[in-house]
């Protein structure tokens, strides 16, 4: 691997740096006495390696000096992933081979962290599974490749961070986002400045003020995969009873009039969820609000619906991406993450949510009129 080429490298380099050094040093000390010759020459042997990272002469220290910049360069963070290139997935395995037990799986385009080589197996941890899969299933330092799987993220590091339209604090501000919201880069290639992506557009953030990292999707583990086919099965069964009840109770429901006042939750479940917060839409968007009818930030307002519901959720798009339990497939009353921005899907292709304080609280289709993060479900 890389690692080790680099590691052979900086060995050679320091082994051929100290042949040189110390041949330098026992001519110059050649003519000392025998006895006391080993403790000087060793004290000035150190004194010139010292000097070889900071006084360059006679073409040895510059040489040591190139030798360990090399050794020491910057790891890139894509170096020790390997990303899963097959059909489904790849079983993880307790052991390096066939006969290992399956303890998780790493699906197509997931990532895993490289510890260690065992013939043709790596041994790899991915989220929560630590094990091992056949090299010939993941493809590994291919930064490009991990690049296009992952996400790079700015976290914000301060109490609210202004989104300019240009990489400059005298340009204007495009939105506002608050202390560890989560944002999607798109462009780091401006000096001190990160290009984001949030609900107004893609705007720039200032270096000193956000925190950069890279996320992946990871491995499933056996515990997790049963858990999640556990959850699919029961909501297939509420959703067929709340059919059902739907149905017997269409003929005799009963339509109220129209009075411009809002009424409270009716039923359970994401339906309910959904039909709630639709009445809302015209309302304002408020910076750090929390009120459906006086005005809300996007995460105040579906903190709020779902308030109504005795759920209590988080006052941060970010931390509502983790909220819940993560589903592929939109129902209503779900909870739909972005870059900076969550909603609340109703159903047909379509999210309510409080969108920018020029649109207030709003109606958008299609529902992946931005990249979507995350799909988080509740009921």
């Known amino acids: 691997m890389n690692r080790n080429r680099k ?42 390696i010292k000097n070889a990272f900071t006084t360059p002469s006679a073409g040895i220290s510059l040489n040591l000096v190139d030798c360990v910049s090399a050794a020491e360069e910057k790891k890139s963070e894509y170096e020790d992933i390997a990303i899963a290139q097959v059909d489904n997935f790849v079983n993880v ?14 699906y197509n385009n997931s990532a895993a962290t490289v510890e260690a080589t065992e013939g043709d197996w790596y041994k790899i941890t991915s989220g929560n599974v630590t094990g091992y899969v056949k090299s010939e299933f993941v493809v590994c330092g291919d930064e490009e490749l991990a690049k296009q799987v992952s996400r790079r993220i700015a976290t914000v590091e301060t109490e609210t961070l202004f989104v300019r339209t240009e990489p400059t604090t005298e340009s204007d501000v495009l939105g506002m986002v608050p ?21 107004e557009g893609e705007g720039y953030v200032s270096n000193d003020y956000v925190n950069k990292s890279v996320e992946f999707v990871t491995a499933e583990s056996k515990e997790e995969e049963e858990a999640r086919l556990a959850r699919e099965e029961a909501e297939r069964k509420a959703a067929a009873e709340a059919a059902e009840k739907a149905s017997a109770s269409k ?24 039909n709630y917060a639709c009445q809302f839409v015209g309302n304002p968007y408020v910076y750090g609000g929390t009120s459906l009818t006086n005005g809300a ?9 779902y308030a109504a519901f005795g759920v209590g959720l988080p006052h941060s798009s970010a931390a509502m991406c983790g909220v819940g339990y993560g589903v592929s497939d939109m129902q209503p009353g779900d909870i739909i ?10 159903g047909n292709n379509t999210i309510v949510h409080a969108s920018t304080p020029s649109g207030g609280i709003k109606y958008t289709s299609p529902v992946n009129y931005r990249p979507i993060i995350a799909i988080r479900r509740i009921f």
């Open 337 to 346: 993450c972005y870059s900076g921005h969550v909603g609340i899907y109703i």
């Open 251 to 274: 003929s005799t429901k009963s339509s109220s009039g129209s009075s411009g006042k809002t009424s409270s939750p009716g039923g359970s479940g994401g339906s309910a969820v959904a």
């Open 297 to 305: 930030d996007c995460s105040g307002f579906v903190m709020s619906v």
């Open 179 to 199: 202390d560890q919201e989560e944002l999607t880069v798109t462009d780091e290639s401006v000096d001190g400045w990160t290009k984001v992506s949030i609900e």
């Open 7 to 48: 590691h052979l490298r900086f060995a050679v380099c320091c082994a051929a740096a100290a042949i040189t050094l110390g041949a330098a040093s026992t001519a110059v000390y050649a003519d000392m006495p025998v006895a006391g010759a080993p403790a000087v020459m060793a004290i000035a042997l150190e004194d010139e």
């Open 93 to 106: 395995r307790d052991a390096a081979g066939e006969e290992g037990n399956v303890v998780g799986k790493l």
